[in-house]
């Protein structure tokens, strides 16, 4: 290892790849500056920092936690017949709750008044929509359990 | 230094067995091959715009972020609706992978000590750009196709600066990690992963990143499992938006998306992006006291009876909207080419500026190249699939041009002015 790896903990080049990264996030907060909409901008550069991090994963995992521990609790038998439960729940529920993170402007009627003004109609059909989408969406989860732990109990009296 | 911090700063927190360099990998090269499509559509909408021309540019800050490509074509006119589409659709369809990807990093946001060399500070700087970054987008351009404007900036500058600051913070990180990423990939057997069930999962060996749970918890999830969760989440989030993109049955399929709205069974009921209430536009203003101005060496004015007594032409064009949706519909009126030789300007040498008679928001006047007014297809319409257009739609005359962005296909036009040099 050279002496300036060394010190550094990376060759040079990994040094002026990220100098020239940091120039041009430089020029464009200039151009960001420039444009006059580097306050609100800052705020929300900074809130897409930490949104998956400190806001949706403490939310999505003591979620998960809880459904384990509920699952966990009502179907104690077999092991396996424990986990695939907790995943024909979690699956869908994520899957609901990703939908919802997606449109909530629509599915929650946020955009309603800008919506219903720019395409004149009302976002009203969106909240049904996600119901019956997540409905579906348990529904099959349910219906595949059903038929898995008939499969299982089938193959291994 | 050992220790740090209780909770998530101790390693022992992470418990999930399935993070690993293999994963994290195989998330993180999906994600490139699907933001490269994302990041080369959405540079292309900008050309599209063709900013140079006279009134066009929406980030006129722009300096050196800002760039001319080549003249718009006009062909093929489903260009447009493509990439434009691909860039939507492909986005909404990342999320699920962007979230996977995350999630299965997220223990280095903790790792203590923050940074084990000055290499390894200057690194984690630039992940602050690239996750910011990367969510910025993504919040962005979901919030804006659903026109909840809630951020406090105008989409435009905001969307292409911050596209910067990700592609820089990508680029860095691909060169940077791309090696490593692949000798992960390569680790493990993805055919063999995919016959693996929960039972027979086990972690991946240590790895010196501190990905792999030094105290895995039992999986609860085999990884084909995950990646069939993740893969399952990106199919739904295409399947419910898709449908906006595409005209005839398939088009209901889109449940979950703002565009792929219906309005009924006549020759006016497709999707409508801007409404006249909403920009202004009154029935009485767009009356048979309406007039057309048209100006090029003189100004002349033109009635609605003027121009349906001109050569009228029919075209299936689509049009095709910067958030995402597109649709394909039949539209009759006087070729621009014609309205230019009216004004006296030879069509090839200018363009035209065309304004409209909306009064509030973006997009009340757009410039079209001298290309754009030359082809034979480029209308200012006045009838959409045999019946006149309706108010929402642009009544009484609209500008429709083969691939140009929607907000180019300028509705309730006044004037027409063939002054613009585009050379």
């Known amino acids: 290892m050279s002496r300036w790896a060394g010190a550094y903990g990376a060759p040079l080049w990994h040094l002026l790849v990220l100098v020239a990264c940091f120039m041009v996030a430089g020029y464009v907060a200039t151009r960001v500056v420039a444009a006059g909409i580097w306050m609100g901008f800052v705020a929300w550069f900074?809130?897409?920092?930490?949104?998956?991090?400190?806001?949706?994963?403490?939310?999505?995992?003591?979620?998960?936690?809880?459904?384990?521990?509920?699952?966990?609790?009502?179907?104690?038998p077999r092991r396996t017949r424990r986990l695939a439960a907790i995943n024909h729940l979690r699956v869908p529920a994520m899957l609901s709750g990703l939908l919802l993170l997606v449109w909530f402007p629509l599915i929650l009627g946020g955009a309603e008044r800008n919506y219903r003004w720019a395409v004149g109609l009302s976002t009203s059909p969106y909240l049904v929509r996600w119901l019956l989408i997540t409905l579906v969406l348990f529904g099959v989860s349910g219906l595949l359990y059903a038929v898995r732990r008939r499969g299982s109990r089938r193959a291994d009296p | 230094m050992r220790g740090g911090p209780p909770g998530p700063f101790r390693p022992e927190f992470w418990r999930s067995p399935l993070r690993g360099p293999w994963l994290t990998s195989v998330l993180g090269l999906v994600l490139l091959a699907g933001l490269i499509i994302v990041a080369i559509t959405g540079l292309l909408s900008y050309a599209a715009y063709e900013p140079r021309l006279p009134g066009n540019d929406t980030t006129p800050t722009k300096g050196l972020l800002g760039f001319y490509l080549f003249d718009w074509p006009t062909d093929p006119v489903w260009m447009y609706r493509l990439t434009q589409g691909a860039h939507v659709i492909v986005g909404l369809t990342l999320v699920p992978v962007l979230l996977a990807k995350l999630w299965s990093v997220i223990p280095k946001l903790f790792a203590w000590p923050p940074a084990r060399s000055i290499a390894e500070a200057v690194e984690r700087a630039s992940l602050v750009l690239l996750v910011g970054g990367a969510v910025f987008q993504f919040a962005t351009g979901i919030l804006n196709i659903q026109v909840f404007y809630v951020f406090p900036f105008s989409f435009y500058p905001a969307h292409l600066y911050g596209a910067w600051i990700f592609l820089a913070a990508l680029v860095v990180h691909v060169v940077v990690r791309l090696p490593k990423a692949i000798r992960a990939v390569r680790s493990r057997d993805l055919r063999r992963e995919l016959r693996t069930g929960v039972a027979e999962t086990r972690s991946e060996p240590p790895d010196p990143d501190g990905l792999v749970a030094v105290d895995p918890a039992a999986p609860t999830m085999s990884r084909r499992g995950l990646l069939a969760f993740v893969g399952g989440g990106s199919a739904m989030m295409f399947a419910l938006s898709a449908g906006q993109t595409v005209d005839g049955p398939l088009r209901r399929t889109a449940l979950l998306a703002p565009h792929g709205r219906e309005y009924g069974t006549g020759p006016n009921d497709f999707q409508v992006n801007k409404t006249a209430a909403s920009l202004g536009v009154t029935v009485a203003e767009t009356g048979p006291q309406w007039r057309l101005a048209v100006v090029g060496a003189g100004r002349i004015l033109l009635s609605r009876a003027d121009l349906l007594a001109m050569p009228l032409h029919t075209y299936t064009l689509p049009i095709a909207c910067v958030e995402g949706w597109s649709t394909e519909q039949t539209w009759t009126g006087v070729r621009l080419a014609d309205l230019a030789r009216l004004a006296g300007v030879r069509p090839g040498v200018a363009g035209v500026t065309a304004r409209s008679l909306q009064r509030v928001g973006y997009f009340g006047q757009a410039s079209l190249s001298a290309g754009q007014v030359a082809d034979p297809r480029s209308l200012l319409a006045l009838r959409v699939n045999g019946a006149d257009l309706s108010l929402d739609h642009g009544y009484p005359a609209r500008v429709i041009v083969p691939n140009a962005p929607g907000v180019h296909n300028t509705k309730w036009v006044r004037e027409l002015d063939f002054r613009v040099e585009t050379s």
């Open chain 1, 46 to 76: 900074v809130a897409a920092i930490i949104l998956h991090d400190l806001v949706l994963f403490p939310l999505y995992s003591a979620a998960d936690t809880a459904a384990q521990a509920m699952a966990g609790r009502v179907a104690r």
